[in-house]
């Protein structure tokens, strides 16, 4: 049976905060707008158990965040489909064209605000333990590790973040990162460093996992010294950087050598009519108060190129 055909003024491929500032804005200027979020609408900040750099809040969580934008948005009548799976793309044409699993969508502007999914452990073995021991979301994971050793891999904002959350269940935790220092932010490393029962492994890198069945295990390597470790673990949470959403857009948008959507301040790509907003796009910083403007950009100069294509015909 052939899928039923929809059109859209705008339809927005991500839910996270810049994707759901977008169809905030679009919705307020009368334009019909979709959400496409393949997944859970919020990206990784849903998993954010205190913001506090967000203006107007002096601590807020992530998911409260993004359930208040999302509730603006959809107040002016965005629809949000969740889980709704993106088979193909057809962003030269116009209007432009997106099937999902459920339906073929056209709209006249497209603002991609895909975002990006942490990067994944590479060891031979780590297969054998994902989900077993090995995991990449500590608030959907960590309760699971009450009263256990724990390890996280990284040393960035997200890593940290990470660390301070498990904390609440952990017996024991080491930080393991690879580098001479943590590249969080002072306050969250002072939290980390302050709390007796975590040790942060600088210079230090995951060589090996063991168990039978599950995780028990990891060896690791001091870079200056050459010396190993094996460190019994109960399990691993995973913060070792990003990787954008944006394979599905290769063969048509120009993207940089990290795989960013190339497209300035004002959203642009080299495709009219395309947007690319959050930290998709290819920027220095990557901050929500960036996502939000970006998304704010985006919806507007979308209405503006749609009131274009009407006053061309």
Do not use: W
Request: hydrophobic share 45%; with cysteine.
């Amino acid at each position: 049976m052939a899928k039923e055909r929809r059109q859209r003024d705008v339809i927005i491929i991500g839910g996270g905060l810049a994707g759901l500032t977008a169809a905030l804005y679009a919705g307020r200027m009368n334009l019909s707008v979709l959400v496409l979020e393949s997944a859970l609408v919020g990206g990784q900040i849903v998993n954010a158990t205190a913001i506090e750099n967000y203006p107007g809040f002096a601590a807020i969580k992530g998911s409260e965040l993004v359930d208040s934008v999302q509730q603006q948005a959809e107040h002016f009548g965005a629809v949000i489909d969740e889980f709704d799976g993106i088979q193909r793309v057809d962003l030269n044409a116009q209007p432009k064209v997106i099937e999902t699993d459920s339906a073929v969508y056209e709209a006249g502007a497209v603002i991609i605000a895909s975002g990006m999914m942490r990067r994944k452990l590479v060891l031979p073995e780590v297969s054998r333990y994902e989900g077993k021991g090995i995991h990449y979301c500590e608030l959907c994971d960590g309760y699971m590790y009450d009263g256990k050793t724990i390890a996280v891999i990284g040393g960035g904002n997200a890593a940290v973040d990470a660390a301070n959350f498990l904390t609440k269940y952990a017996h024991r935790l080491y930080v393991i990162h690879r580098s001479e220092s943590l590249q969080a932010d002072e306050i969250s490393k002072k939290r980390l460093l302050s709390h007796p029962e975590v040790e942060v492994l600088l210079n230090t890198e995951l060589q090996a996992l063991h168990g039978d069945g599950h995780l028990d295990a990891v060896d690791v390597v001091d870079k200056k010294t050459s010396m190993a470790r094996t460190l019994p673990v109960d399990g691993v949470f995973v913060n070792i950087g990003v990787v954008p959403n944006t394979e599905m857009f290769r063969e048509v948008l120009q993207l940089d050598a990290a795989g960013n959507v190339v497209a300035g301040e004002d959203c642009r790509t080299n495709v009219p009519g395309v947007f690319a907003a959050g930290d998709v796009r290819t920027k220095p910083i990557r901050q929500l108060t960036t996502a939000a403007a970006d998304g704010t950009v985006a919806a507007l100069l979308a209405e503006k190129y749609l009131n274009q294509l009407k006053e061309e015909k």
